[in-house]
């Protein structure tokens, strides 16, 4: 098909695919390619999402010998899978309702390019069934199921009763759609408190609340409706019995076209922030063969029922007895796919290709083993103690070292995944979904997995945004956690009070005072300011952090070609690195143990780094110079009572309150969204409004300033 110019001269496709950007592209990473397919499959396949999942489809079809095309909005331009891919093209402004979601600019795209098969990623138009049959109308191929098993399965409702039809446990509740908030509260009340509202359509956490009283049913209904519109343009709701103390497990599965369904173990995914996965694993420390067997038979059963097609998830509810649930099924690749693909050695997207291509499994049931543990945890770009999002320009990013290969046999050492999308200068936009990448570790045991995984999170560089890499270790090391005692209740119950700092051992303090010291004197000496190595040097290291304020002495001898001899509490140590001042990670040698301490800012003699996940201020000083500093009179604080400010950029979608009013503190102020969640922000304390400084649609920088109060004002409400 040809485009006519304005002037009616028609011109080639090439040159009006070239005038909206499909060009090759360079490529930023090597890829193997030692194993190119032996069976043809497709030419050329494009991509219909961005981020970390297009670039992990992109990798599996540069294996297999497959040109790729990326889509982008104007925002994404310069992201990494556009530059990965060997072709490109603009479907639109950065919202995603303008550019990733708008069917007939992806199709446009297809046309231009020639690609004759999409695969969607997740999210966006991956569940859409719309999306799905205008492939068909075209003669492309979908890579995922059909029209009518998108429609029957990405459905909740509609799923829920094909489950029940194929005798799969499903969760009480109602199964028609509500359609009011009073029809909310009604329904609440009949099925008996705690219950979960949730999104029809859709996933990943949007459009879920739980409810325990009649006042939160509504208010629940009314978020869940909202975001359940923003996210996936579908604002039906159902109501169920909340499962108390349940855990989160979920069965991969993969059907083809010729009949044949497997299923490849289960995912644990009971850590989760506001309705969102965290940290996976797979397998589940808690389902025995049988129950495992049980659940794996039953999510076939499901994916026969509905004659399904292609790579899905099958989510289930399971209780402390070990009763199971269905709760929903992902009809697409799910986010923490990667954990499967390693205790398995099955490439899903490559089987997903397969299936589009007409082409059997190449596995069958007795060929899925469990291979090793592994551990995938969601570096997202969001405040860890707040779970708010953060936006900006990734500064410095320096990955883990990946060793990563899939293994069918006992690994010799444990293995390292790094599924990003985002480079160092690229941003974090506030228009999508925060991810910065999964990060994975694949070992032959759990406890080896989680060591694995602490260290490669103490090696992961981020700087320009917040991230959650500090709420991720910090996990990993409670005593929960480590025994495998989890449940989707796991972070409000382990952090009552939310996150707050990594509580150190007394050998980590001792590490880390010792580190603080010795980069602090490695920059002296490039200065200038003083010779190395030093014979002798008595430091005192105050550390500030999350976690409150230590001050340290740390004595130093340091002889000709020996490590140097870091003292502190009294415990001496041999210290040794050959970290270079300006590196962001310094990699020391403690009597032996290798320690990782990332530089993250300096001024003067006050270093900023991160240690076992804190970010520590820390402030070095002489004896002199710490005797003078006890002199000096304590610093005033700053009273921010009277004020409340945005806490991360966002658009403001409405606004409770205006000028003059008496609010009491911890009623809603106003609603913020920012990457398509919505966040109710609270009066910091009761009192008279002085002034409203935004209005609906507002777009809000982080900390801009959103009301004030009458000052000296504190009203008493009874």
């Not at 999402?49 to 489809?57: D, L, Y």
């Not at 999510?299 to 929903?328: C, H, I, M, Q, W």
């Not at 060591?451 to 996990?475: C, E, F, Q, W």
């Not at 001042?581 to 990782?596: K, P």
């Amino acid at each position: 098909k040809k485009k006519k110019k304005k002037n009616g001269v028609a011109t080639s496709m090439w040159r009006f695919a070239a005038s909206r950007g499909v060009v090759p592209t360079q490529r930023l990473r090597a890829f193997s390619t030692a194993s190119v397919q032996k069976e043809k499959y497709f030419d050329k396949i494009l991509i219909a999402n961005r981020g970390e999942i297009a670039c992990r489809v992109m990798r599996t079809c540069k294996r297999l010998g497959i040109q790729t095309v990326a889509v982008h909005s104007e925002a994404d331009a310069n992201a990494l899978h556009v530059r990965m891919a060997d072709e490109r093209y603009c479907i639109g402004p950065a919202p995603s309702s303008q550019s990733y979601l708008v069917i007939d600019n992806v199709v446009e795209a297809i046309q231009a390019t020639g690609a004759q098969a999409v695969h969607p990623g997740y999210g966006f138009l991956s569940e859409k069934s719309k999306f799905c049959a205008r492939l068909e109308e075209i003669g492309v191929r979908f890579i995922g199921p059909k029209p009518y098993a998108l429609n029957a399965m990405g459905d909740k409702l509609e799923s829920k009763r094909i489950a029940n039809a194929a005798k799969v446990h499903t969760v009480p509740g109602y199964d028609g759609e509500v359609t009011s908030v009073d029809h909310a509260v009604e329904l609440a009340r009949e099925i008996g408190y705690p219950v979960m509202i949730k999104a029809a359509a859709g996933g990943g956490g949007k459009g879920m609340r739980l409810a325990w009283n009649d006042k939160e049913a509504a208010e629940g209904y009314r978020f869940s409706r909202q975001e359940a519109k923003s996210s996936f343009a579908d604002d039906r709701l159902l109501i169920e019995k909340f499962v108390e103390h349940p855990r989160h497990i979920e069965i991969q599965v993969i059907a083809d076209t010729l009949g044949n369904a497997v299923y490849l173990n289960e995912r644990e995914c009971s850590i989760q922030r506001r309705n969102q996965k965290v940290i996976e694993e797979a397998p589940s420390v808690f389902l025995d063969p049988e129950t495992r067997k049980k659940m794996g038979e039953q999510a076939v059963a499901l994916a026969r029922e509905v004659g399904y097609e292609s790579a899905g998830t099958v989510e289930f509810l399971v209780d402390p007895k070990k009763n199971f649930y269905f709760l929903e099924m992902n009809t697409r690749l799910q986010v923490e796919h990667p954990i499967s693909e390693c205790i398995t050695g099955v490439d899903l997207v490559e089987q997903m290709i397969r299936v589009a291509a007409n082409k059997p499994l190449s596995i069958t049931q007795k060929d899925i083993g469990i291979n090793g543990w592994a551990i995938e945890s969601r570096v997202y770009a969001e405040d860890p103690h707040l779970f708010l999002p953060s936006t900006g320009r990734l500064t410095t990013y320096i990955e883990p070292s990946q060793s990563h290969d899939i293994a069918k046999g006992p690994l010799k050492e444990p293995q390292v995944r790094v599924d990003s999308g985002v480079y160092e200068g690229g941003e974090i936009s506030m228009y999508y979904d925060p991810m910065i990448c999964k990060l994975v570790t694949h070992a032959n045991t759990r406890e080896e997995a989680i060591s694995a995984m602490k260290k490669a999170l103490d090696a992961y560089v981020i700087k320009g945004v917040k991230h959650n890499v500090p709420l991720l270790r910090d996990i990993l090391c409670q005593p929960r956690f480590v025994s495998g005692e989890i449940n989707t209740n796991f972070i409000p119950e382990v952090y009552p009070d939310g996150f707050q700092a990594y509580k150190m051992t007394e050998v980590e303090e001792r590490q880390m005072f010792s580190g603080i010291a010795l980069m602090h004197l490695k920059r002296l000496a490039l200065d200038d300011i003083s010779p190395m190595p030093h014979r002798h040097s008595v430091l005192t290291v105050q550390a500030t952090s999350r976690a409150g304020t230590l001050t340290k002495q740390v004595d130093v001898d340091w002889e000709n070609d020996q490590p140097a001899r870091f003292t502190v509490d009294g415990v001496t140590a041999a210290v040794s690195s050959d970290w270079s001042v300006g590196s962001s990670l310094c990699a020391a040698q403690f009597d032996g143990e290798t320690v990782l301490l990332q530089h993250l800012q300096r001024n003067g003699s006050t270093l900023k780094i991160r240690f076992c996940g804190n970010e520590v201020e820390a402030v070095v000083r002489t004896k002199d110079e710490q005797e003078a500093f006890e002199k000096l009179p304590p610093k005033p604080k700053v009273d921010h009572s009277s004020e409340l400010l945005s806490p991360m950029p966002g658009t403001i979608i409405s606004l409770s309150v205006e000028a003059g009013q008496e609010i009491v503190e911890g009623s809603e102020v106003a609603v913020i969204e920012a990457m398509k969640m919505q966040n109710k922000l609270l009066a910091p304390r009761s009192g008279r409004i002085k002034n409203v400084y935004v209005k609906v649609g507002d777009k809000m920088d982080g900390d801009q300033l959103i009301i004030d109060f009458e000052k000296g004002e504190n009203i008493a409400h009874n």
